[in-house]
């Protein structure tokens, strides 16, 4: 088992930068492919971005277009999100979510493990 806790969210104007971080707690966090989603108010949780066990490997929603990218340090259990180019729509809450998984480069979309998420808002 995997425990999760995001941090990094906050208010940001459109056009700007933020970077969310995701600390691991419990199982040997390289076992794990991990993953960023998000779920605005009224809206089903989507998928951000995803990343295999060995990071060579991301899955991301369409929206992403090159504005975001995922980085993981196994030496320090951490998951990254880095987003650039925001806009309003982006404004939402993220979670981090991982799942153990016997390959090192498969990304999938179901995770079992969830952080409490942070809230990101995009707005002037």
């Known amino acids: 088992q995997v425990a999760l806790v995001e941090s990094g969210g906050g208010l940001v104007q459109p056009g700007g930068s933020l970077r969310l971080s995701c600390t691991a707690s419990?199982?040997?966090?390289?076992?794990?492919?991990m993953a960023w989603f998000r779920q605005a108010p009224g809206k089903d949780r989507e998928l951000v971005i995803a990343i295999s066990r060995n990071g060579d490997y991301t899955n991301y929603g369409e929206f992403v277009r090159g504005r975001f990218t995922i980085s993981r340090d196994d030496a320090k259990n951490m998951v990254y999100l880095q987003m650039n180019s925001l806009k309003p729509e982006d404004t939402a809450v993220y979670f981090c979510a991982a799942r153990f998984d016997s390959l090192y480069d498969y990304v999938g979309s179901d995770y079992d493990y969830w952080g409490q998420g942070t809230q990101v808002t995009v707005s002037s």
């Open positions: 419990g199982r040997r966090f390289s076992d794990y492919r």
